[in-house]
């Protein structure tokens, strides 16, 4: 399920605090870094990922271990998110690039404050997430939600976003049940009192697949397009991107051949990932290769290339529906550090 920042709570208090809050652990972790880190080498690059390694990063991990880094002059360092997320740890200077999400960086761009982050290229080429449900459920279509239990992280965006495809599809979103989520993963979710909730395909959808789980899928581009947003994404820090700018293109190029060797090569990208994550499900890893092989790029001119019309219709969206503070159609993202 998409992964994204609590946002603020409906009182003036608790937006002030949050904001508070949030500004001071920016500022807190960039002076921990400034004074901790040492400065950093020429071509080291860290990428933080927004989770544990997956099909979605094997592009990544294709570049690294086909040395299209080390052809580029760039030592990368691949590491896993801090507790807190990939975007502060990328914002206070703690890594160059960070996979995260279109939908999560809506709210950091949007505040009177915004992280200095930017989009550099979308991973997959279209939105490949949606609402999974057991088969039993009878949830085909949006307005079946009504009187299901629906697993939220009760953000305004999840909120926002099942209340349109509800109401758009003639239900009465009244009648959803939004139940906080503290499941582990999503299978673990359906196994309790949960009807239905939010996931990647790729990922969740398949893993029903090898588990022969009979499930319903709605798939959120197809609902409406747009919901056909950019998820996940490559970030990168503003600091960064203004002071490297050459060496930021070399990385965005050994990238972008490590997913072309995926989409040509989806066994054999299965199997560096496995190498690197040894602990994945091996049917797994090769069946959501394969699916996205065909994804990564898809209909795209080249691959990581960000639609500026699909961008700002999904963020439109987001600041007309009061999910954001503020109208940002037209920022955080760039192609330029495409090859």
């Not at 560096?272 to 797994?284: F, G, H, M, V």
């Amino acid at each position: 399920m998409i992964k994204e920042d609590k946002m603020d709570k409906k009182t003036g208090t608790k937006k002030l605090r949050g904001k508070l809050l949030f500004s001071l652990t920016v500022f807190c972790l960039a002076l921990c870094f400034a004074a901790c880190e040492p400065k950093r080498e020429a071509g080291k690059i860290r990428v933080v990922l927004d989770w544990t390694p997956n099909t979605n990063h094997t592009g990544l991990y294709a570049a690294l271990e086909n040395g299209y880094f080390d052809e580029a002059g760039l030592t990368v360092d691949i590491q896993q998110p801090p507790e807190d997320g990939a975007l502060l740890l990328l914002a206070s200077g703690g890594a160059e690039f960070a996979v995260d999400f279109q939908e999560s960086l809506a709210p950091a761009l949007a505040r009177s404050d915004p992280l200095p982050v930017c989009a550099v290229a979308a991973i997959i080429c279209h939105n490949t997430s949606g609402i999974m449900s057991l088969k039993k459920t009878g949830i085909v279509r949006p307005r079946d939600l009504e009187g299901k239990r629906f697993a939220s992280w009760e953000t305004p965006l999840v909120t926002a976003l099942i209340k349109d495809i509800v109401e758009d599809d003639g239900g009465d979103f009244s009648l959803v049940k939004m139940v906080p989520n503290s499941a582990a993963d999503a299978f673990s979710a359906l196994e309790t009192d949960i009807d239905a909730i939010w996931i990647y395909y790729a990922w969740d959808g398949i893993a029903a697949e090898t588990r022969n789980i009979p499930v319903n899928y709605m798939d959120f581009a197809s609902i409406n397009p747009v919901f056909d947003f950019y998820t996940p994404v490559l970030v990168i820090s503003n600091e960064y991107a203004s002071s490297k700018p050459d060496e930021a293109a070399k990385f965005l190029a050994a990238v972008s051949r490590g997913y072309l060797f995926a989409i040509e090569n989806p066994d054999k990208a299965a199997e560096i990932l496995l190498k690197y994550a040894p602990e994945l499900d091996r049917e797994l890893v090769i069946l959501s290769q394969n699916y996205l092989a065909s994804r990564y790029k898809a209909d795209s001119s080249r691959w990581g290339e960000i639609d500026s019309e699909r961008w700002d219709r999904f963020y439109g969206w987001m600041f007309e529906h009061g999910v954001l503070e503020q109208d940002i159609r037209g920022k955080g993202f760039t192609n330029k550090f495409l090859p």
